[in-house]
Nanobody
Framework: QVQLVESGGGLVQAGGSLRLSCAAS????????MAWFRQAPGKEREFVAR????????FYADSVKGRFTISRDSAKNTRYLQMNTLKPEDTALYYC???????????????WGQGTQVTVSS
């Protein structure tokens, strides 16, 4: 089992920044992909970014490319999502996920955190 706990969400004005954290514990494996997804009310869960456990490979959704950066701190077993130049359309519940496949398909991820809310005001 892998446990994931997100933190760092909040309310920010458009153009501002937030950094989300995802702390992993339990049976973490070096081949896991770690990803961030988001879900706005009434919408499907949407891929945001992913990073290999080693941190050597990253991939972003076009909607966040150039604004968001995914990174890791191996010593802390924590992954981060630095979000800059936030827009009102970034408002959503943000989830951290872990799985063995490098994919943008949320159904392929085995483990999920509880989510952290990000609200961007205009």
């Amino acid at each position: 089992q892998v446990q994931l706990v997100e933190s760092g969400g909040g309310l920010v004005q458009a153009g501002g920044s937030l950094r989300l954290s995802c702390a992993a514990s339990g049976r973490t494996f070096s081949w896991y992909q770690m990803a961030w997804f988001r879900q706005a009310p009434g919408k499907e869960r949407e891929f945001v970014a992913r990073i290999s456990w080693s941190g050597g490979s990253t991939f972003y959704a076009d909607s966040v490319k150039g604004r968001f950066t995914i990174s890791r701190d191996s010593a802390k077993n924590t992954r981060y999502l630095q979000m800059n130049t936030l827009k009102p359309e970034d408002t959503a519940l943000y989830y951290c996920a872990a799985g063995v496949r490098a994919t943008t398909d949320y159904t392929a991820y085995d483990y999920w955190g509880q989510g952290t809310q990000v609200t961007v005001s205009s």
